[in-house]
């Protein structure tokens, strides 16, 4: 693919739009943990001078025995009422809690920022051959704010997976708008059940020259009349101002026109909806890498969503 550097700047700020829209969301995500360890540090520092201040009473007494070789009374006493003070079971207990969740919390949001790093590099927007796998699992903790409270999220990425000659930062797009698409859809079927958390599969697995993957929810489906429009541009069943309809017709443009490849789906009222994108690991001989010139536009799509393959975790909300 052969794009002009204003080329690339235009597509490269309709993606930063797009990933605008995620901001809010991962925002909240790294700011939940911080506001936990930033209570835990407190709770620590409180401890720590609570036990230091008995130490160092308990320090008094002793060494003034071993000197004097007897108690000083007023420093045993001192000692005595700051050690009816402290509940030690209970700092046993909550010191090193505070620091484990602490830990946990230090580990997501370090998780999200090395997301966040990946999906904004520059070299994605060079073709180039990468790891899908990867993309996945960068995309699933992108997107977390999307699915969190409608569903869980497992991985099902198949091990050894070929590297695929593309543009990372295009099919990325598609991912996240695949992702937040099938979460849009579980999160119609709860507000109009109250069922329970729903579940998205995102798998990945080698067939031959291609690599498949696959975005799959158990959410409402869509029914026929919708299915047979939804790679129309500009068709959408999400109410006004919450969606272009460009999203999905996006997509196909990208996996399709400028890799070489294909999107297809499968839907069934009141079971769920999967959608599978096969890609070459190489580009078609005498082809561009991938297809076509300039940037395609913005990321936003219709609703509905996505299913899987094999390989497993999974991603609690």
Known sequence: ????????????????????????????EINTPIQYIGQNLEFLAQACQTLLQAYRLAHAVLNGAATARALDPAALQAWREQDRQIDLAWFE???????????VGLAKARKIALAVKDVTHPSLHEVAPADLNQALDTVQTITRHAWKDVATVRLELAPD?????CCRDEIDQVL?????????ALQQRSARAGAALGTIVLATRAAGDHVEISVQDDGPGMPPEVQARLF???????????????????????IQDRHHGSLSFTSEPGKGTTFLIRLPIAPPPGTDTPAGGGPPPATEGPRSAATPADGSRTSQP
């Open 1 to 28: 693919m052969t794009q002009d550097p204003a080329d690339r700047n235009v597509y490269r700020s309709r993606k930063f739009e797009a990933l605008g829209r995620l901001t809010s969301g991962i925002t909240h």
């Open 93 to 103: 207990r909550e010191i090193p809690a505070a620091i484990r969740e602490s830990q």
């Open 161 to 165: 997976l070929p590297r695929v000659v």
């Open 176 to 184: 996240i708008n695949l992702v937040v698409n099938a979460a849009q």
């Open 232 to 254: 129309t541009p500009g068709f959408t069943t999400k109410p006004a101002g919450q969606g272009t309809g460009q999203g999905l017709a996006l997509a196909r443009t990208i």
